[in-house]
């Protein structure tokens, strides 16, 4: 179940087409949620794989299974250091570009007709409550009259360092697609590379994002001269940006997790919103939903880091620390939450 315009959606029909693996897609109509989604997952989360008696829905979880199942071509890269980038910038891509994501598609009048449109023709005549619903979602992420700006000003500076280094790299680790593209994919198409008003900004200003994400959801197979997985220097900036702007929102909305599920008990299932907490927002503070999936992402994705042997360790030291992003690995929550199925738990 998946549709054109979902963020995750976004992330898992590219994988499906490079593996060549057959599917239907089916639209999340009221009906489908009701009557499908939701006693198979126990919420209302897409896209979600159904295969026999076999269900997945979240995305990372997807992906390791599709790879598992279809490992050629294969988008996790076999270098530990290179499958840890991934894992950083897929993490940042979840959380952090749902800021330009959402401000884009709400933000903006004079695209809500279009929108709503969009929405009618694939999931039916519920389309504009579904609109009302997630455009109201704004202030709970701190997208705000403070914030607005900034988002907007990043969001030129995304398309500025990802053009950069599209100009010398077919996909972001080289000339094979990946997990890293696959979650970039994710808010790049679904929410800024279909709507309109940023869709006109990006073709303007950044031909190459527009390109790649073209490729990406062609997902040819890679060629056979085609280079093994690498990291350019070119995609330094984009790192950087992470660790700039995504590494401190993180660590303080996974700190105020860990706080908040410390009493309960090892176990006890974890709500997936927990409050609202002051929490940074490209330098400002604002009052944002403090999310327990996203603790758990940066729990597991630490857990990546712990397991590396020294010498890879070595590496992606020196190479997390140029741009930030150690003290995302090094401090992860605790305690943390963990997926148990579809539920998250205290660890």
């Known amino acids: 179940m998946a549709t054109p315009f979902s963020y995750f959606s976004a992330k898992i029909r590219p994988l499906l087409r490079y593996k060549n693996v057959d599917y239907e897609e089916i639209a999340p109509t009221p009906a489908v949620y009701r009557e499908v989604i939701r006693p198979a ?21 997807m992906i390791e299974a599709l790879e598992a199942l279809h490992p050629e071509p294969a988008v996790l890269p076999a270098d530990p250091v290179l499958r840890l980038v991934a894992e950083i910038i897929q993490d940042f891509a979840d959380e952090a570009m749902i800021l ?89 198409h679904a929410h800024l590379g279909r709507d309109p008003v940023p869709a006109r900004r990006m073709r303007a200003h950044a031909p190459l994002v527009m390109a790649w994400l073209a490729e990406i959801n062609e997902a040819a197979p890679p060629a056979p001269w085609a280079n093994d997985f690498e990291l350019k ?46 929490q940074p927002v490209l330098g400002v503070s604002e009052q944002r939903l403090l999310n327990s999936y ?36 090094l401090e992860a929550p605790e305690p943390a939450p963990v997926m148990d199925g579809f539920e998250l738990r205290r660890g």
Do not use: C
């Open 233 to 278: 220097d070119s995609l330094g900036p984009l790192l950087s940006e992470i660790g700039r702007v995504f590494v401190p929102m993180q660590l303080v909305a996974s700190g105020a997790v860990a706080a908040e599920i410390a009493d309960l008990a090892p176990g006890e299932p974890v709500p997936r919103v927990l409050g609202m907490a002051e």
């Open 100 to 188: 330009p994501a959402m401000h884009f598609r709400w933000s903006f009048p004079e695209q809500r007709a279009w929108i709503e449109h969009d929405w009618s023709v694939r999931t039916g005549p519920e389309s504009a409550r579904m609109a009302e619903r997630m455009s109201s979602s704004l202030p709970p992420l701190g997208i705000s009259d403070r914030t607005r700006p900034l988002i907007d000003e990043w969001f030129n500076r995304l398309l500025e360092v990802l053009d950069f280094h599209l100009d010398g790299s077919r996909f972001l680790l080289g000339d094979r697609l990946s997990l890293a593209d696959l979650a970039m994919a994710g808010p790049m």
């Open 41 to 61: 997952t126990g919420s209302y989360f897409i896209p979600v794989l159904i295969s026999g008696d076999d269900v997945l829905q979240d995305t990372p979880r």
């Open 294 to 329: 996203s603790a758990w992402r940066h729990a597991r994705t630490a857990e990546r880091y712990k397991r590396l042997a020294d010498d890879d360790r070595a590496r992606a030291d020196q190479l997390l620390l140029a741009h930030g992003l150690l003290p995302y690995l």
